[in-house]
Each structure stands twice: as C-alpha cells, then as structure tokens.
C-alpha cells in the first residue's frame, strides 16, 4: 500500500480532462471504464466535477461584476470542497481491522472495525459534511507508527489532529483534555472532570470519551471509573483497553469476573503534587481516583519531572 496505482497515475491527466469537460471521446470513454471499477478514481472523478461546478458557477454568475470578490469567493469553496475531503485506509492490527483518516487539519478518525474490510463498517461512512477518499501515502506513516507504539517501540503519537467527529464542544474539551494524559498513567472520570473544572461532569465525561472518535491517540483508555475498573472502552470493547494498557506498563486485574486496574501494583499521584508516592503512603490508598494519577512505573512518573516521595521513598523499593 504505497499510494496510487501506477495505472491511476498514468490515468490522472485524463481523469481531470474528463471531469472539466476537455476530454477526447476515446479519453473520456477510458476513464469512465476505469471509475466505475476503481473507488478511489471515482472519488476523484467526483471532486474534481464538484470543483469545476463551482467554476462554471460563478462564471456565469460573477457577483456583481467584481471580479476580485468573486476570486475570493471562488477560493472559498474551493477550501470548503478540501476541507470536506477526508483521505482513510484500512489497516491490519493485533487489534483487528484499524480504520484511519485524516483531513486537510489532522487525523479525524481512529476506528476498530474488527473484522470489517470496508468503509460501510465505518462510521466515516454516515459522517455529515465528509467526503471520504480512499488513499495511501501519507496514511502509511501514521499506521507505521502506530504499530510502533503497540510494539511498545514508541511513547508518543505526536500527531495533529481534527475533532469534526466529536459530538460537540463539550466532547472535544474533554478530548482535548484526556490527549494530555502521559503514557503509562491512568487517572479516572472524575478527574479529568475536576481538571475540566466540572466536577459533578463525570458521567458526561465518560460518554464523550465513550464516543471517541480518536481512541489510542487521544489515551482514552488511560481513564477509568471511580473504583478503577475499565468501564466503558469504545462501546464495549474493554479487552482492547486492557491490551492497550499492558503495552504501557499497567498491571490489570480480573475482580468477579470484570477487568480493573491493580492499584496497589501503581504509584500514586496527588493531584497538584509533584512527588510520587508508594500506594502504602500515608491514607493515600484511601483516596479517590478523582484526586489521583497513577502510574505503572517509577520510570513513567520520573519522565514527567517527577521526584520520589521523601517519605515512602519509592526510590527505595523499585518492585510493588
């Protein structure tokens, strides 16, 4: 998967020809041939039919004989035709079938299809104000270094990104939010609601990251409930929140039957401290997760400028 067919390639003068109107019979007759059997070439085809009917238009009709106005107007379609325009490809995973797009402003969508091969498994496919291009390219890079990251070879998807399939402005503070969450940490609801300054906004934190449109590169699964189980992963898929948290480092454990995290394996956080402690520290094992961050290991908290306890010293005791 490296992009374009050469055949595409080789077809692409033709395919613009044909959808302004410029082609010979024998060029438009190959291309139609050829877009009804390559997707993506259709998809293309289309674009490029939309963009020239926004030319024509305002050809025939210039907004009232200024010409510099109507260029801009002109270039704001034309954006808006781009902007709508969202590249995907479907990847294999250890996490089963991977969907990933991106748009003109970032990675839009990051989606588990399990065993689904197309976009009709998808909800890009039903998505408002999207126009989905099957593509390659640059889509290659963002799944390499994904996979690095469930390999356990990389930290950090340092990638930018576009919440337009988030469900509205409260699901994309909150996701904006829970992006900044460290590897290898887990904190809960509540927390990411009081750091939200909405501490009763709990249940609604947990429906917005329910919906994440963006799982692994905005860490969702890096939240849990109140009493540390892994409630609520992208539907109901809480395997794929404990293979995710594995790969960072956190212990997980089975109580009647439900995954949560084994918290006293952790080190723990205060929130608006900056020194870790042992989970035996004090009453800090009595403390909500609304005012704790947890980590996996000594190594994750250090990573962030973190000091040891000058109490617990958990320096001192490197092996929970």
């Known amino acids: 998967m490296t992009g374009k067919h050469p055949i595409c390639r080789d077809l692409e003068p033709d395919l613009v020809a044909a959808a302004i109107g410029e082609a010979g019979a024998a060029a438009a007759e190959r291309v139609g041939e050829h877009v009804r059997r390559c997707p993506p070439c259709r998809d ?27 260029r801009r107007t002109l270039a704001c379609r034309l954006a808006d035709l781009e902007r709508r325009r969202v590249a995907y490809r479907i990847f294999p995973s250890p996490l089963g079938n991977l969907l990933i797009a991106r748009s003109a ?12 091969r197309t976009i009709a498994a998808s909800r890009l496919a039903r998505a408002k104000n999207v126009d989905p291009v099957e593509d390659g390219g640059e889509l290659e890079r963002l799944y390499r270094e994904l996979m690095e990251y469930l390999e356990g070879r990389r930290k950090r998807l340092d990638w930018p990104l576009d919440f337009r399939l988030a469900r509205g402005e409260f699901d994309r503070l909150v996701l904006s939010t829970a992006a900044h969450i460290p590897y290898g940490a887990v904190t809960s609801y509540a927390g990411v609601a009081r750091e939200l300054g909405r501490p009763s906004a709990a249940r609604a934190v947990a429906q917005a990251l329910r919906w994440n449109p963006l799982p692994i590169v905005v860490p969702c699964h890096r939240v849990v409930g109140s009493s540390g189980a892994l409630v609520g992963y992208a539907g109901s898929k809480l395997g794929l929140k404990e293979q995710l948290l594995s790969v960072e480092g956190v212990s997980t454990r089975r109580a009647q039957g439900d995954p949560e995290i084994a918290r006293e394996a952790m080190y723990h956080l205060m929130r608006g401290e900056t020194e870790y402690c042992l989970p035996t520290c004090g009453s800090i094992a009595r403390r909500s997760l609304a005012e704790l961050t947890l980590f996996g290991t000594r190594e994750h908290a250090e990573a962030l400028g973190l000091d040891p306890c000058t109490t617990c010293r958990p320096d001192l005791h490197p092996d929970l």
């Open 105 to 116: 402003d970032g990675v839009t969508l990051v989606e588990y299809l399990g065993h689904a």
């Open 44 to 70: 293309e085809f289309t674009r490029y039919r939309q963009i020239e009917g926004v030319v024509e238009g305002l050809k025939s009709h210039p907004a009232g004989g200024d010409e510099a106005r109507s």
